[in-house]
């Protein structure tokens, strides 16, 4: 933070009219806000860089108002708190509370999805700091020293969970718990990850702590099924060094000729749906969350991969405050928390972002985190 009033944020520009010798993010100055009542200022200890700002940076998001800062989860200290900013138990915050909050603001509780469909994630009102926010909308985005949380946005205190095992888990820990909740396995089930991205690593943990007998992890590469294991997978498989048929043999083997029980696909390849279906037993269940973006079409067999095998699919789609604050629940709980302390992320000061993506977008890290602060 400069001394006169100013903070420093990584801006993304438009991808459509970067020049392609230069970084999509340029460090640069910004004013600090005027608070309006009941909001704050959040002095950023941590942002990260997942995949879904890779997409940002590659122009594969609809909605995006560049330029942005990006960084949808983070987490800091209320450095300035203007008027009552409580939780959702009611406690007000006060200045230097470290906390994390909500990246999704403005979900209308008053739409056709909201009220009819109890579809929240799919608001057509709702704004998402570090993604649908722009530098227009403020200091929206965590690669900045600072954020701005808007009137209205939901702030949670990080009490009892240090910043960097929350910050291992971040977007993707909350992602993972929506999908988890939405493959429902139940105490013995064997669950299927395919992906170990922070996202598949997440949902491992998760499937663990809900009592699965077995759970296994396609995935690459070696580092992350590494981590993997260390998150609770009984067994990993990295699909560049098999065909995949043998990756059927070895799912199969593992469950008795019959499939997963459940199957959780975070990959974002759209091929990994198919293979999904094909890994799942009959009347089991599969969960599509690693699409994330549109990266193309994907042909099944209806009658032999979903009518047959009365199989179930669900898609899932963001995250809402439940999953949030269900996050940070899960980490308060010591022998739980361990479990993301596998995870050691990277981090990156803001200079080096550009870096930080294209290490993501490889694969060549678990996680980058983005400190800030200089
Ligand atoms: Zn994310
Ligand atoms: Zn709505």
């Given at each position: 933070m400069g001394t006169d009033g100013t903070t420093i944020a990584a801006l993304m520009s438009d991808p459509r009219s970067?020049?392609?010798?230069?970084?999509a993010c340029q460090v640069c100055e910004l004013p600090l806000p005027e608070l309006e009542p009941d909001s704050a200022l959040l002095r950023v200890e941590f942002s990260e860089v997942c995949g879904t700002d890779v997409h940002l940076r590659n122009g594969l998001l609809s909605g995006v108002p560049y330029p942005i800062i990006p960084g949808h989860v983070s987490c800091g200290l209320l450095e300035k708190v203007r008027g009552t900013v409580r939780d959702v138990e009611g406690r007000t915050f006060v200045e230097g509370d470290r906390v994390t909050f909500l990246?999704?603001?403005?979900?209308?509780?008053?739409c056709w999805q909201c009220?009819?469909?109890?579809a929240t994630t799919r608001c057509p009102d709702r704004k998402v700091y570090g993604?649908?926010?722009?530098?227009d909308d403020g200091?929206?985005?965590?690669?900045?020293g600072h954020i701005y949380l808007k009137p209205g946005t939901r702030v949670i205190s990080?009490?009892?969970?240090?910043s960097e095992t929350y910050m291992a888990g971040g977007c993707s820990l909350t992602t993972a718990l929506h999908a988890v909740d939405r493959a429902d396995s139940a105490s013995g089930d064997t669950v299927l990850v395919l992906g170990s991205g922070p996202v598949g690593l997440s949902a491992i943990a998760l499937a663990t702590l809900r009592g699965a007998r077995r759970v296994l992890c396609i995935g690459a590469p070696d580092a992350r099924l590494s981590t993997a294991t260390a998150m609770g997978a009984d067994g990993v498989v990295n699909f560049t060094e098999v065909t995949e048929s043998d990756r059927a043999t070895w799912v199969m083997d593992h469950t008795g000729g019959r499939g997963a029980d459940v199957t959780i696909e975070c990959?974002?390849?759209?091929a990994a749906v198919t293979q999904a279906m094909r890994y799942t037993r009959d009347a089991g269940r599969v969960v599509i969350?690693?699409?994330?973006?549109?990266h193309g079409e994907t042909s099944f067999n209806?009658?032999?991969?979903?009518n047959k095998k009365h199989l179930e699919m669900r898609g899932c789609w963001g995250s809402d405050y439940s999953h949030f604050h269900r996050s940070v629940d899960i980490l308060r709980v010591p022998g739980v928390a361990a479990r993301w302390s596998a995870i050691k992320p990277d981090r990156y000061p803001l200079s080096r972002v550009d870096e930080a993506l294209d290490l993501v977008a490889n694969g060549k890290v678990i996680k980058a985190l983005i400190i800030p602060q200089p």
């Open positions: 970067r020049d392609s010798n230069k970084p990246d999704v603001h403005r979900t209308c509780h008053a009220l009819v469909a109890h993604i649908t926010y722009g530098i200091l929206t985005g965590g690669w900045a990080l009490d009892g969970v240090p990959t974002g390849v759209p969350v690693g699409q994330s973006t549109d209806p009658h032999l991969d979903l």
